[in-house]
Antibody
Framework: QVQLQESGPGLVKPSQTLSLTCTVS??????????WSWIRQPAGKGLEWIGR???????NYNPSLKSRVTMSVDTSNNQFSLKLSSVTATDTAVYYC?????????????????????WGKGTTVTVSS | DIQMTQSPSSLSASEGDRVTITCRAS??????LNWYQQKPGKAPKLLMY???SLQGGVPSRFSGSGSGTDFTLTISSLQPEDFATYHC?????????FGQGTKVEIK
């Protein structure tokens, strides 16, 4: 079963750029038509989807963060990354990476259902001077 | 953005109880609704996708139903390991959005 592991600095200063990497193990980031997502969760709060990327480079970002987010894929190292610029204290959260899968219904035309089936354990990022 | 509203926000139940959690979308999302279980300090775990498809390894006491704007997650007989927070998530339109979570506590 594929596993994901987030890594990166646990402390980032305000106005700087948060950079995280998710390493995919026990499987290839290139196998199958999966997408690769980032999700965050401030302490005691709900989950917020940040965006997703395919190994082709195609991506979808949350409009609320789009101006500050960049995602990329490094297939040679089986990793994908998140950069969030101009951070403030409100960006303090646990950040998760996740694999996105989908399946097609049996109807015609098919309906595609998307879900995140494998998650990393999460990494805590604090924005503070 | 599509707003997802779960009810209740928390509930207390006993082992063996039947538990139902509701998730309502601010607009129709077809059946593009997923459920995740999260235990304290842990990552969310996929339980159900496409409203009613059980993820591999998830016990059959979990079931999901609904379509359009109203969805439910039912646990037929609550077990000790089910005490957790449950999140619904829509993947019909970007940005994907989650409900605020429902915490299932021991009575």
């Amino acid at each position: 079963q594929v596993q994901l592991q987030e890594s990166g600095p646990g402390l980032v200063k305000p106005s700087q750029t948060l950079s995280l990497t998710c390493t995919v193990s026990d499987g290839s980031i290139n196998s199958g038509s999966y997408s690769w997502s980032w999700i965050r969760q401030p302490a005691g709060k709900g989950l917020e989807w940040i965006g997703r990327i395919y190994t082709s480079g195609s991506n979808n970002y949350n409009p609320s963060l789009k101006s500050r987010v960049t995602m990329s894929v490094d297939t040679s190292n089986n990793q994908f990354s998140l950069k969030l610029s101009s951070v403030t204290a409100t960006d303090t959260a646990v950040y998760y990476c996740a694999r996105g899968a989908h399946y097609a219904s049996g109807s015609y035309p098919p309906i595609y259902y998307y879900y995140m089936d494998v998650w990393g354990k999460g990494t805590t990022v604090t924005v503070s001077s | 953005d599509i707003q997802m509203t779960q009810s209740p926000s928390s509930l207390s139940a006993s082992e063996g109880d039947r538990v139902t959690i509701t998730c309502r979308a601010s607009q129709s999302i077809g059946r593009n609704l997923n459920w995740y279980q999260q235990k304290p300090g842990k990552a969310p775990k996929l339980l159900m996708y496409g409203t009613s498809s059980l993820q591999g390894g998830v016990p059959s006491r979990f079931s999901g139903s609904g379509s359009g704007t109203d969805f439910t997650l039912t646990i037929s007989s609550l077990q000790p390991e089910d005490f957790a927070t449950y999140h619904c998530q829509q993947s019909d339109r970007f940005p994907w959005t989650f409900g605020q979570g429902t915490k299932v506590e021991i009575k």
